[in-house]
């Protein structure tokens, strides 16, 4: 049975997408920590990330690093976080948001309905991408 990730990668499910390439897309969670909270998924359905092949799980990484750059820049945090967790949704997904404290990695901050405004931050984040040249970024509707 396909994912709920999967359904959002093939359109079937609406998801706020700020990076998609042909191993990779990166979208915003509906549940988010902090503004900003975008997850870096593989386009295949691998369930553990520990069962990822080492070259795709090097893409994701890298994948995750540009994300995190535009994200620093554009949330003007202290850090930006890298976390994989696994347990929510059994296909890989790692977690990348900006960081102040440590209390902003806690599953209890996360969103109980999904922010109104995840579509502007979608916005500002591929317009960042976009500013940093990233061929990844596909114009959304009511992006500049």
């Given at each position: 049975m396909p994912t709920l990730f999967t359904g959002i990668i093939e359109g079937e499910i609406p998801g706020h997408f700020v990076w998609r390439d042909d191993r990779a897309v990166a979208i915003l969670t509906i549940g988010p920590f902090v503004p900003g909270h975008t997850m870096v998924i593989p386009v295949e359905e691998i369930d553990s990330w520990l069962d990822l092949d080492p070259d795709l799980a090097a893409h994701l990484m890298n994948v995750s690093q540009v994300i995190g750059t535009a994200l620093l820049a554009e949330y003007g945090s202290e850090r930006v976080a890298l976390m994989i967790a696994g347990?929510?949704?059994?296909?890989?997904?790692?977690?990348?948001?900006?960081?102040?404290?440590?209390?902003d990695l806690d599953f209890h901050n996360a969103a109980k309905e999904p922010p109104a405004d995840l579509a502007d931050h979608a916005r500002r984040i591929r317009a960042r991408l976009r500013a940093m040249g990233r061929p990844e970024v596909t114009p959304e509707p009511g992006d500049a």
């Amino acid at each position: 049975m396909p994912t709920l990730f999967t359904g959002i990668i093939e359109g079937e499910i609406p998801g706020h997408f700020v990076w998609r390439d042909d191993r990779a897309v990166a979208i915003l969670t509906i549940g988010p920590f902090v503004p900003g909270h975008t997850m870096v998924i593989p386009v295949e359905e691998i369930d553990s990330w520990l069962d990822l092949d080492p070259d795709l799980a090097a893409h994701l990484m890298n994948v995750s690093q540009v994300i995190g750059t535009a994200l620093l820049a554009e949330y003007g945090s202290e850090r930006v976080a890298l976390m994989i967790a696994g347990l929510e949704v059994p296909h890989t997904h790692l977690h990348v948001m900006p960081l102040n404290t440590l209390s902003d990695l806690d599953f209890h901050n996360a969103a109980k309905e999904p922010p109104a405004d995840l579509a502007d931050h979608a916005r500002r984040i591929r317009a960042r991408l976009r500013a940093m040249g990233r061929p990844e970024v596909t114009p959304e509707p009511g992006d500049a």
